[in-house]
């Protein structure tokens, strides 16, 4: 599916540091809310209905209502964007709380670069929108998620993939110099990641892939998601728009990665190849 966005507002004034940083973020929320929608329709296709669910990672907008609506009988647990706001993360963990947004109780567990503080075995779903790119390591959320997952539990994510950003690398060799467009960290081709789940031991995966297109009028507006994406730092931003004579492209590509996977066999000790181990004391003497 390709997606064209027209962006009709004109050229904006320039205006660099945190206050430009924070709106570029919050101008990407209506991507995060529309792919989240998508992952929702594919998961209506699959007869799940978890008990408990991960949110991972939790942003303002309509995640945590619609997956409340589609699993009325699950508990939220919702690990919140690092880079939040206190207002915005006050006012989320306050319609939580208060069961505006839910009417059971909602966990806010906290997160390391590799870790996630919540049992093991403890959910029968992970939602994961738009996050895994942005980590160097991807493969630790991966196995977190099979750990804090129960037997015949799903995770479910989307990530940008390696072709987001391709016109701004395409660019780079005559036009930006130095200043190089960058790779997501975390832009898994959805192959590798399709193994890295297989290695992880989930069964079953299935990934699929689609393309938006945006199209720019204001190279400002250009340089903020690009900003807000991770394909430029802050610093390649001003470089970029005090040199007059760099012509940047109209059009931004991105490359989204869809993928579910289930835990089964979780009381297999370990896999290597084709063949399963089995822990000794999974088996059982048959009774006569």
Not at 16 to 25: F, I
Not at 126 to 145: C, D, G, M, R, Y
Not at 171 to 189: C, F, R, Y
């Amino acid at each position: 599916m390709q997606w064209a966005i027209n962006d009709l507002r004109g050229r904006v004034k320039n205006a660099w540091g945190a206050e430009y940083t924070e709106r570029m973020t919050r101008s990407l929320r209506w991507l995060k809310d529309d792919i989240a929608l998508r992952m929702m329709q594919k998961l209506e296709l699959l007869k799940h209905q978890p008990r408990s669910l991960l949110i991972i990672p939790d942003a303002p907008g309509l995640h945590a209502n619609r997956l409340a609506k589609r699993f009325p009988n699950a508990r939220l647990a919702s690990i919140l964007e690092p880079d939040l706001s206190w207002v915005d993360t006050a006012t989320m963990k306050l319609a939580r709380t208060c069961g505006f947004i839910t009417k059971g109780v909602t966990l806010f567990p906290t997160m390391t670069e590799s870790s996630i503080a919540l049992p093991d075995q403890s959910q029968d779903m992970v939602f994961s929108n738009l996050w895994i790119h942005t980590l160097h390591q991807p493969k630790w959320v991966i196995q977190e998620a099979w750990r804090v997952l129960r037997e015949g539990g799903l995770f479910s994510f989307s990530y940008l993939g390696p072709d987001t950003g391709s016109e701004l690398r395409a660019m780079q060799s005559h036009a930006i110099g130095d200043t190089k467009a960058a790779n997501l960290p975390g832009a898994w081709d959805m192959h590798d990641l399709g193994d890295a789940l297989v290695e992880s031991r989930f069964s079953d995966p299935v990934m699929d892939m689609e393309y938006i297109y945006l199209e720019y009028e204001s190279d400002a507006l250009y340089l903020r998601d690009a900003l807000a994406l991770g394909l430029l730092s802050a610093q390649q931003v001003q470089a970029i728009a005090a040199d007059q004579t760099v012509k940047l492209p109209q059009k931004m590509t991105l490359e989204v990665v869809y993928g579910h996977a289930w835990v089964v066999g979780k009381h297999l000790s370990g896999t290597k190849d084709t063949l399963a181990f089995i822990s000794p004391d999974q088996i059982q003497r048959k009774g006569r």
